[in-house]
């Protein structure tokens, strides 16, 4: 029995130093898109620092890694939640996607604050300068409304210039 302890513990030692050579792609980019949010619409600076501090790092093209992501399989389970993530929201690619798209997302940026949905608590935890005031949420709902507003006025322009 102490034999095949051993055995198994030496079994998945090794494997546990080889994953550590299988790396996922970082998702960082080094140059800002054409259709990040910021260079299509303008964002006020303290909301702007607000998404980066507490969205960004899942809801975009650049995060910011924590030294355990180079650990495996976290550094995997890391990469599977950003590209999720992703799929759903991002940031760096906002202005490439349909006014009506923008539109929902922006509703649904504002229900999540609503409910304490995001940022998520499992973020929160490791990243507690991501916490949001009640104020700073109150503040960034406010924001996708008036959003709201200036992508249904550049939707609008747009069809107007097509119409000329």
Same mark, same amino acid.
């Given at each position: 029995?102490?034999?095949?302890?051993?055995?198994?513990?030496?079994?998945?030692?090794?494997?546990?130093?080889?994953?550590?050579?299988?790396?996922?792609?970082?998702?960082?980019?080094?140059? /800002?898109?054409?259709?990040?949010?910021?260079? $299509?619409?303008?964002?006020?600076?303290?909301?702007?620092?607000?998404? =980066?501090?507490?969205?960004?790092?899942?809801?975009?093209?650049?995060? =910011?890694?924590?030294?355990?992501?180079?650990?495996? /399989?976290?550094?995997?389970?890391?990469?599977?939640?950003?590209?999720?993530?992703?799929?759903?929201?991002?940031?760096?690619?906002?202005?490439?996607?349909?006014?009506?798209?923008?539109?929902?997302?922006?509703?649904?940026?504002?229900?999540?604050?609503?409910?304490?949905?995001?940022?998520?608590?499992?973020?929160?935890?490791?990243?507690?300068?991501?916490?949001?005031?009640? $104020?700073?949420?109150?503040?960034?709902?406010?924001?996708?409304?008036?959003?709201? $507003?200036?992508?249904?006025?550049?939707?609008?322009?747009?069809?107007? $210039?097509? =119409?000329?």
């Amino acid at each position: 029995m102490k034999k095949t302890l051993t055995i198994l513990a030496f079994v998945l030692g090794t494997l546990l130093v080889l994953v550590q050579f299988v790396r996922p792609e970082k998702n960082t980019s080094s140059a /800002p898109s054409p259709y990040d949010i910021a260079a $299509q619409y303008d964002l006020p600076s303290d909301i702007h620092a607000m998404l =980066r501090t507490s969205c960004f790092d899942c809801h975009s093209n650049s995060t =910011r890694y924590p030294w355990y992501a180079h650990i495996q /399989p976290i550094g995997w389970w890391l990469n599977k939640h950003i590209a999720e993530a992703k799929r759903e929201l991002n940031f760096s690619e906002f202005a490439n996607r349909s006014p009506r798209w923008q539109l929902r997302k922006l509703d649904e940026i504002a229900e999540q604050l609503e409910k304490n949905e995001m940022p998520l608590p499992s973020y929160l935890l490791a990243h507690p300068e991501a916490r949001l005031s009640a $104020q700073q949420k109150e503040h960034l709902i406010a924001w996708t409304r008036a959003m709201k $507003q200036c992508v249904t006025g550049a939707t609008h322009d747009v069809e107007r $210039q097509r =119409r000329e």
